[in-house]
């Protein structure tokens, strides 16, 4: 198979886009692609300091490099979630990918923090399942990092994968709440909250792969040990079925969405959040997500400590 770029010998078939690239062609192709999304939806500006939310794993870490690559200012953010060995992994791969291209990173370990709960505690002791837990600390984190360093934006690397499964959950239970706030750019809603983008909302969890491959990136290959039991693995077992049947469907069922249905949900978004009474932060009712849980987990483990039933 050919290149459709320059008709040298292709490494890369992508049916979605109904091409085939070099290795040149190819790394070409989806610095573009990164570069079109940030400029089709103005997710930020050459001036402005990014911080990139990073895990350690491909996608974050190729998107971490393509940003770099662009010229972009960049700082890398990493939460250390304490989930056992994944976690010390993954930190390992993040800080050597900075260290060696001289990239500068923040590292929040949430158990040195001040509420000192990592994601295996909050899960254990208010029964929640560790995606659950782990969605409020690292929502919370990433927002106060932002905030804290006086970041202009907060990346995150979701790709089309992502997106694709997220709205086939949203969809297949009508969240409207949700589907309203699913875009590739979230602008501020209060003063304490940055813009929040998501630069490879239509790039493929393969064309990642194959950059990070080509770019020489050492990423976690495994995936975090809760991550077997979530639904949003079903749904992309069932989107990557559909996808191998009839390609293009994944990128069609995104950019669709957000072209004809995701303005009107977006009409009806709900309230501006208040600031929280314990913590500050942005919240919808008293306290934030947060602190709530932070409570709930403090006050089931006190429970516990003098021998009432949790
Ligand atoms: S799989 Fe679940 S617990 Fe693991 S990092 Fe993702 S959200 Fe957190
Ligand atoms: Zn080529
Ligand atoms: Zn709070």
Not at 109 to 134: H, K, W
Request: aromatic share 8%; glycine share 8%.
């Amino acid at each position: 198979m050919k290149c459709t770029r320059c008709r040298a010998r292709a490494e890369v078939h992508l049916r979605a886009h109904n091409s085939a690239f070099c290795r040149p062609c190819f790394l070409f192709f989806f610095r573009r692609q990164v570069e079109r999304a940030i400029a089709h939806e103005r997710m930020c500006t050459p001036e402005e300091h990014l911080l990139v939310a990073v895990s350690g794993g491909k996608d974050s870490l190729a998107l971490w490099d393509v940003l770099a690559e662009l010229g972009y200012r960049t700082t890398g953010l990493y939460l250390g979630l304490g989930i056992g060995a994944y976690s010390t992994a993954s930190h390992a791969k993040v800080e050597t990918f900075a260290a060696t291209r001289g990239l500068p990173l923040r590292v929040v370990d949430l158990a040195r923090e001040e509420s000192g709960l990592a994601i295996p505690e909050v899960a254990r002791v208010t029964r929640r399942t560790a995606c659950a837990a782990c969605g409020t600390m690292k929502r919370h984190y990433f927002d106060a990092a932002a905030l804290e360093g006086g970041f202009d934006v907060l990346v995150t690397g979701h790709n089309l994968d992502d997106e694709a499964a997220r709205l086939m959950g949203n969809v297949l239970r009508w969240q409207t709440d949700h589907l309203a706030r699913q875009r590739p750019v979230l602008p501020p809603t209060h003063p304490r909250f940055v813009r929040k983008v998501k630069p490879l909302y239509l790039t493929g969890e393969y064309e990642t792969a194959v950059y990070a491959f080509m770019r020489g990136i050492d990423y976690i290959v495994d995936e975090c040990p809760n991550a077997a039991g979530a639904t949003q693995l079903l749904y992309k077992e069932a989107l990557n079925r559909l996808e191998a049947a009839s390609p293009g469907t994944k990128l069609a069922f995104v950019k669709e969405f957000l072209r004809s249905a995701q303005p009107a949900f977006s009409q009806v978004e709900g309230r501006r959040p208040q600031d929280c009474t314990r913590c500050g932060m942005p919240a919808y009712g008293e306290v934030c997500s947060f602190c709530s849980l932070v409570r709930e987990v403090q006050a089931k483990t006190a429970r516990a400590a003098a021998g009432a039933p949790a």
